[in-house]
């Protein structure tokens, strides 16, 4: 069971440039969630999926697209990267139920960590 | 709105020493109440969860209990170790926007030997 995979785990990009970020998980999760780590700001909510084909903005959703068009996959694009989007980006993942036991817990990727030149 | 409020660090500590890192919470209705650990240069993994008042949970020698009537969920340990040095997030997730999590802004912890 691979769990949360992410990828790259680190990129350099120079400025203007776009990429993509890879998340996949395997565990039949309905919700996927994107977040950014940022030095003495803990984690902010980018962009999260209730499911496959519905995609809603989080707290700092400037400058990130996803989409979400199979339940296993939930891509974060950069359309023009950008200093300010120099971060560690974690994918995360959990079931839409919240009783006790395993289908509580989000489940978080290694991370990709990327700097922006 | 719901907010995760954790003490700031770092936090120093020599070996042995009795941990106890602060974490209280706003939130709207009962949250489930999480701790991650990060370990350098690591993703974040679940240290330990709560999901109604009064539940301990524990793990590693870690310990915290979800206390409602002061909407806390303190982390402890008895005696740290070395290999205990990472970043501790408080989170929570309520029924209300079960799709998010919130995390508190993490307090670093580095054990002397």
């Known amino acids: 069971n691979a769990g949360v995979t992410q990828t790259p785990k680190f990129q350099v990009l120079k400025t203007g440039q776009s990429m993509t970020l890879q998340c996949a998980q395997d565990m039949n999760h309905e919700y996927m969630s994107w977040y950014r780590q940022d030095p003495g700001m803990g984690l902010r909510l980018i962009h999260y999926?209730?499911?496959?084909?519905?995609?809603d903005q989080g707290e700092v959703p400037n400058g990130y697209n996803v989409s979400r068009s199979t339940t296993e996959d939930f891509p974060l694009r950069l359309l023009s990267a950008a200093p300010s989007q120099t971060s560690v980006y974690f994918c995360a993942s959990s079931y839409s139920s919240m009783g006790s036991g395993t289908g509580n817990t989000i489940y978080f990727g290694e991370g990709s960590w990327l700097t922006v030149v | 709105g719901d907010s995760v409020t954790q003490m700031e660090g770092p936090v120093t500590l020599s070996e042995e020493a009795f941990l106890t890192i602060n974490c209280t919470y706003t939130?709207?209705?009962?949250?489930?109440l999480f701790w991650y650990v990060q370990y350098p240069g690591e993703g974040l993994q679940l240290l330990l969860k709560a999901t109604k008042a009064d539940d301990k949970g524990s793990n590693k020698g870690f310990e915290a209990t979800y206390r409602k009537e002061t909407t806390s969920f303190h982390l402890e340990k008895g005696s740290v170790q070395v290999s205990d040095s990472a970043v501790y997030f408080c989170a929570l997730r309520t029924y209300s926007s079960a799709s998010k999590i919130i995390f508190g802004s993490g307090t670093r912890l580095s054990i002397r030997p």
């Open positions: 939130a709207t209705g009962y949250p489930s």
């Open positions: 999926s209730v499911g496959a084909g519905i995609t």
